[in-house]
C-alpha cells in the first residue's frame, strides 16, 4: 500500500532533517575531501591511543617491552571531533583550502631559511643531532600537538615519489603560521612505507611531528591504525602543492636527516669521511630508458640524459668542481655510460647502490650536485640542499 500525501510529507521532513544534521557533524576539511576525488570524509578512531610527540634526543626514550614511554613534558593532544573542525577557534584564515592541483616542476624550491647563513652544517662530529634540532625548531616541534583524527594515503610511485606525497600531505594539513604550530590531523603512515624505508627510519623521531606507522617498526612506537582515518589517494597528493614550498620542503628535511636511524646515519657518514666536505656529486638517473623521450616532450635538452664525459665535465666545472672527490649515484641502468664518466673524472660510484635513502643523503651533503630535473630524487637532494645549506652549488638540468 502506497504511503499517503501526509506520510510522505513526513517522511521528506524526516530524510531532510537526517541529511541537515550530517551535514553538521562534518567538518570543513571533511567536505572538502570527502566530496571529492580523495575519497571519504574522517572519522575519529577512539581507539587509538594518542602518543606524545616523542623525544628530542636517543637516550630520553625509555622502552618497556617493545612500546615506548615519553618524557612527561610530552605535549599530547585529545582533541574531540567538535573542535577539529575549527582548530585554531575564531581565525579561519589558515585553514587549509582545496588542493592546488598543479605539476610543478622538481626545480622549484625555498631559497635558505638562514640568508647567507647554513641552518645546517654539512660536516663535524655532531652536525647530525644539531641539524635535526635546528630543523626541529623551524617545524615548531618542540610545542606541536598531534590531534586525534587522522589522514593516510595510498601508493603513487617509487620511494622519492612517496616522499613527496608525505611532505604535501603534511604542509596540506599544518598551520602555516602561528606558535605553537597547529596540525588538524595526524598522519598514519600506510604499511607500504616499512617495504621502502624499514629500519633506515627513527619512528621515534618521526613520532615528533605527528606522523606515525601503522605497522610495528622496529624499535619504534607503538603502532597506529589506519582505521578511521581520511583516506587520500597518493596521485592527488603527489601533484596537490601546497604554496608553501618552506613547509613542504622542511619535513623533507626532517624525513631524511632529522629521522634517520643511527645505523643509516653512521652508514652514511662513513662514506662521507672518507670523501672530505669538498666533494661533488651527480645523480645518474635513466628512468627504464625513457629519459630522453621525457625531456624531449618537455621540450628541453637531454644531454643530461646520454652523460658524454665531455658535457659531465663542462658542468661541473661551472659548478665549481677542479679535481675534487667526485661520486657518481646511479639507478644502474646504463653501466657503460656510468663507467665512462667514472674514467674521465676520476670519480667513484656510490656504493649504496640498493639504498636510495642513503644515496640521498650522500648527494644532500655534496659540495656541489648535478642533478636530472625529470627525477623526483633529484628534485628531494635539491630542495634539501637549498634550503638547509648556504654553501653548496647545484643545477637541475633541464
Known amino acids: 500500500m502506497a504511503p499517503g500525501p501526509h506520510q510522505q510529507c513526513i517522511l521528506r521532513a524526516v530524510l531532510l532533517a537526517m541529511l541537515i544534521c550530517a551535514t553538521l557533524l562534518i567538518s570543513p576539511q571533511d567536505w572538502e575531501f570527502g566530496l571529492g576525488s580523495l575519497g571519504l570524509h574522517s572519522v575519529v578512531d577512539t581507539n587509538n591511543a594518542v602518543m606524545g610527540t ?80 635546528a630543523i626541529a625548531d623551524k617545524l615548531g616541534l618542540q610545542n606541536l600537538t598531534c590531534p586525534v583524527a587522522c589522514v ?82 597518493g596521485l592527488q597528493a603527489f601533484h596537490g602543492w601546497d604554496n608553501n614550498n618552506t613547509l613542504r620542503e622542511l619535513l623533507l628535511s626532517w624525513f631524511l636527516l632529522g629521522a634517520a636511524s643511527k645505523q643509516l646515519r653512521s652508514q652514511v657518514q662513513g662514506e662521507l669521511a672518507k ?37 659531465v665535465a663542462a658542468q661541473m666545472k661551472a659548478l665549481g668542481h677542479a679535481g675534487q672527490p667526485f661520486i657518481i649515484c646511479t639507478d644502474g641502468q646504463e653501466p657503460l655510460l656510468v663507467k665512462k664518466i667514472v674514467q674521465s673524472m676520476n670519480g667513484t660510484i656510490s656504493p649504496f647502490s640498493t639504498s636510495p635513502v642513503a644515496d640521498l643523503l650522500l648527494l644532500i651533503h655534496a659540495k656541489r650536485f648535478l642533478g636530472n630535473s625529470v627525477s623526483s630524487m633529484s628534485g628531494n637532494v635539491a630542495s634539501v640542499r637549498h634550503l638547509l645549506f648556504a654553501d653548496v652549488s647545484d643545477a637541475l638540468k633541464r
Request: glycine share 6%; aromatic share 8%; with cysteine.
Open 54 to 133: 616523542g623525544c628530542a634526543d636517543d637516550a630520553k626514550c625509555r622502552v618497556y617491552k617493545g612500546s615506548v614511554s615519553y618524557p612527561s613534558t610530552s605535549n599530547v593532544s585529545r582533541q574531540s571531533a567538535t573542535t577539529r573542525a575549527n582548530p585554531l577557534g575564531a581565525s579561519q584564515h589558515n585553514a587549509p583550502t582545496t588542493l592546488n592541483v598543479s605539476r610543478q616542476s622538481a626545480t622549484a624550491s625555498a631559497k635558505p631559511l638562514a640568508g647567507n647563513r647554513s641552518l645546517c652544517e654539512r660536516t663535524g662530529p655532531k652536525h647530525w643531532l644539531n641539524c635535526r634540532e
Open 152 to 233: 593516510t594515503f595510498s601508493a603513487y610511485g617509487r620511494l622519492n615519489n612517496l616522499l613527496r606525497v608525505l611532505a604535501n600531505t603534511y604542509a596540506h594539513f599544518t598551520a602555516l603560521h602561528g606558535s605553537p604550530r597547529r596540525m588538524w590531523k595526524r598522519i598514519v603512515l600506510p604499511r607500504f612505507w616499512a617495504r621502502s624505508f624499514g629500519s633506515k627510519i627513527d619512528y621515534h623521531q618521526l613520532a615528533r611531528s605527528c606522523i606515525f606507522p601503522s605497522w610495528p617498526a622496529e624499535d619504534g612506537p607503538p603502532p597506529v591504525s589506519t582505521r578511521g582515518c581520511q583516506q587520500i589517494t
Open 275 to 311: 670523501l672530505g666536505p669538498n666533494f661533488s656529486g651527480l645523480h645518474a638517473r635513466f628512468l627504464e630508458h625513457t629519459c630522453e623521450g621525457r625531456h624531449k616532450r618537455m621540450n628541453m635538452s637531454s644531454d643530461i640524459c646520454t652523460l658524454k664525459p665531455d658535457y
